[in-house]
């Protein structure tokens, strides 16, 4: 059974940074491509970015380009997004997700419960 807990949420101020982690468990974790969505308020799903299983390969929004890193200890089964020069408009929930094949890129199937991230002064 597929598990993703997100953490490192929280409210950072306009230009701040913060890191969010998503434990995995239930599968072969180093196999899959991962993900990160988010939800703004009153919005509908966004895309944020992709990583391959190896790490080496990632993918960005045009919104969190050149901001946010995507990155992967497959050791840990842990997926990371650090988050830096953060916007207003950059205020969701962030879901980690993983998709149902092992591989390549599939879109994502399963996802974690989520964690608040309110950028505001």
């Known amino acids: 059974q597929v598990q993703l807990v997100e953490s490192g949420g929280g409210l950072v101020q306009p230009g701040g940074s913060l890191g969010l982690s998503c434990a995995a468990s239930?599968?072969?974790?180093?196999?899959?491509?991962m993900y990160w969505v988010r939800q703004a308020p009153g919005k509908g799903l966004e895309w944020v970015s992709t990583?391959?299983?190896?790490?080496?390969?990632?993918y960005y929004a045009d919104s969190v380009k050149g901001r946010f890193t995507i990155s992967r200890d497959n050791a840990k089964n842990t997926l990371y997004l650090q988050m830096n020069s953060l916007k207003s408009e950059d205020t969701a929930v962030y879901y980690c997700?993983?998709?149902?094949?092992?591989?390549?890129?599939?879109?994502?199937?399963?996802w974690g419960q989520g964690t608040q991230v309110t950028v505001s002064s």
């Open positions: 990583i391959n299983t190896s790490g080496g390969v990632t």
């Open positions: 997700a993983s998709p149902e094949y092992d591989g390549a890129y599939y879109p994502p199937t399963d």
């Open positions: 239930g599968f072969t974790f180093r196999r899959y491509w």
